[in-house]
């Protein structure tokens, strides 16, 4: 599968899948603050200027989320995302028990807006479903 790199650095690698319309994004570790702002800023905002619909979210090397990114992603960059046009999110959850934890309230958050949430641990699972996100 051909993917765009939109964002590629020690912390994170973010690609879109033009054929299905999804951004792809990994943590390579745990994000927090401006860096995880900027990251999911910059793919947020691919995904606009994309018409894309779906988001895969390969978390299982993040960490626990901090409050201020809480609030961020369920303030700004959610309600951003949802007007934007995403859908459907597959989201492979960190291998940290507290990390799973800390997403609850982003899911629920995200849910309500209208984003259908399915939550794997396993990546190929996770990338079938998207593909597959109707």
């Known amino acids: 599968m051909a993917y765009d790199i939109v964002l590629e650095n020690e912390s994170a690698t973010v690609r879109y899948e033009p054929k299905l319309g999804y951004v792809y994004h990994t943590f390579h570790k745990a994000q927090t603050g401006a860096p995880f702002r900027n990251i999911m800023n910059a793919a947020l905002d691919y995904l606009i ?67 259908r949430v399915s939550i794997f641990s396993d990546l190929d699972k996770a990338r079938e479903w998207i593909e597959s996100a109707k």
């Open 49 to 115: 200027a994309k018409k894309g619909t779906k988001w895969l979210s390969d978390d299982r090397l993040n960490a626990a989320f901090q409050q201020e990114d809480v609030v961020f992603a369920v303030t700004d960059w959610g309600p951003r995302a949802a007007k934007g046009g995403w859908k459907f999110w597959a989201l492979v959850v960190p291998a940290d028990i507290a990390g799973r934890a800390s997403m609850q309230d982003i899911v629920e958050t995200f849910f309500d807006l209208g984003v």
